[in-house]
């Protein structure tokens, strides 16, 4: 190292070369509390991507996630999977927001149900919304206190309503329990069969995302993505918020009216209806 006496090229050549180790080591310490804080264990919610935006709306979080993992992060995730995980969708000018609803017609992909297809599925539609009601009132004391505590009246980008920095793997557990036994009881076969194709529907979608991470190159963020399954609870039952969620349970539903779901047991749908709109 150069001392005070030094030619002053020499000090500054020293003083980048300080400033560059400096840079790498902050570097380093943010892709290690990156990987801690994603790690599947951990059970936090929060940034996944490391990155806050405080003060930003939540498609503007939206945007950053699904930017980073699709062209900044080298995975080029499908979109597909990123927004069968969260509640950010892709629009149709490439943007990325969370829209009030599955329709919304500034989304690439929106999910849109026929007044025939609508028709086809109330009866099941107000079946899972009273459910879910009777769930909520039959919560533990305990459960009710917990979910308060993770979480957020305000709608966030990709995690919904998740508080940020909350533990959530106890409450998870919990939920799951207490959800279990209530699907159990009879007159619930309707929202049973929603969770039952929701769960395998979203881990499709992590399968999908997790191949793309899988090249050699992208080693250092494995843990990052597999920790991104667990802070969106891909492998778990969704919490009851993103049930009602119009992005999650309108695609049920149409998939239920277009035959391409089978519907809950004893529930028939009346067969194609034509929508008075398309007939000439």
């Given at each position: 190292?150069?001392?005070?006496?030094?030619?002053?090229?020499?000090?500054?050549?020293?003083?980048?070369?300080?400033?560059?180790?400096?840079?790498?080591?902050?570097?380093?310490?943010?892709?290690?509390?990156?990987?801690?804080?994603?790690?599947?264990?951990?059970?936090?919610?929060?940034?996944?991507?490391?990155?806050?935006?405080?003060?930003?709306?939540?498609?503007?979080?939206?945007?950053?996630?699904?930017?980073?993992?699709?062209?900044?992060?080298?995975?080029?995730?499908?979109?597909?999977?990123?927004?069968?995980?969260?509640?950010?969708?892709?629009?149709?000018?490439?943007?990325?927001?969370?829209?009030?609803?599955?329709?919304?017609?500034?989304?690439?992909?929106?999910?849109?149900?026929?007044?025939?297809?609508?028709?086809?599925?109330?009866?099941?539609?107000?079946?899972?919304?009273?459910?879910?009601?009777?769930?909520?009132?039959?919560?533990?004391?305990?459960?009710?206190?917990?979910?308060?505590?993770?979480?957020?009246?305000?709608?966030?980008?990709?995690?919904?309503?998740?508080?940020?920095?909350?533990?959530?793997?106890?409450?998870?557990?919990?939920?799951?329990?207490?959800?279990n036994a209530f699907l159990e009881q009879p007159g619930n076969q309707e929202l049973a069969a929603y969770i039952a194709?929701?769960?395998?529907?979203?881990?499709?979608?992590?399968?999908?995302?997790?191949?793309?991470?899988?090249?050699?190159?992208?080693?250092?963020?494995?843990?990052?993505?597999?920790?991104?399954?667990?802070?969106?609870?891909?492998?778990?039952?969704?919490?009851?918020?993103?049930?009602?969620?119009?992005?999650?349970?309108?695609?049920?539903?149409?998939?239920?009216?277009?035959?391409?779901?089978?519907?809950?047991?004893?529930?028939?749908?009346?067969?194609?209806?034509?929508?008075?709109?398309?007939?000439?």
């Open positions: 190292m150069s001392g005070p006496g030094a030619p002053a090229s020499v000090r500054r050549r020293d003083a980048a070369t300080f400033g560059a180790i400096i840079l790498a080591s902050l570097a380093l310490v943010g892709v290690l509390w990156l990987l801690a804080r994603n790690a599947d264990s951990a059970g936090v919610s929060g940034s996944i991507t490391g990155v806050e935006l405080p003060g930003h709306s939540a498609s503007d979080v939206c945007a950053n996630w699904a930017t980073y993992w699709t062209t900044e992060s080298g995975v080029d995730a499908p979109p597909e999977a990123l927004e069968t995980m969260s509640n950010c969708r892709q629009t149709t000018d490439g943007g990325w927001i969370v829209p009030g609803n599955a329709a919304d017609d500034r989304l690439l992909r929106p999910v849109v149900l026929s007044d025939g297809e609508q028709a086809q599925v109330a009866n099941l539609e107000t079946a899972i919304m009273s459910q879910l009601g009777r769930f909520d009132t039959s919560m533990s004391t305990d459960l009710e206190d917990r979910i308060d505590r993770i979480y957020d009246p305000a709608m966030k980008g990709v995690t919904a309503h998740l508080r940020d920095g909350e533990p959530i793997g106890a409450t998870r557990r919990l939920y799951e329990d207490e959800m194709w929701a769960i395998p529907y979203r881990q499709a979608a992590f399968a999908q995302f997790m191949q793309a991470c899988s090249s050699d190159d992208l080693d250092y963020l494995s843990a990052t993505c597999d920790g991104t399954g667990d802070t969106l609870s891909v492998n778990h039952i969704p919490w009851t918020w993103d049930l009602r969620s119009s992005l999650l349970l309108d695609t049920y539903l149409r998939g239920v009216a277009t035959g391409e779901i089978d519907p809950p047991p004893g529930y028939e749908i009346t067969g194609p209806v034509t929508d008075e709109s398309s007939t000439s």
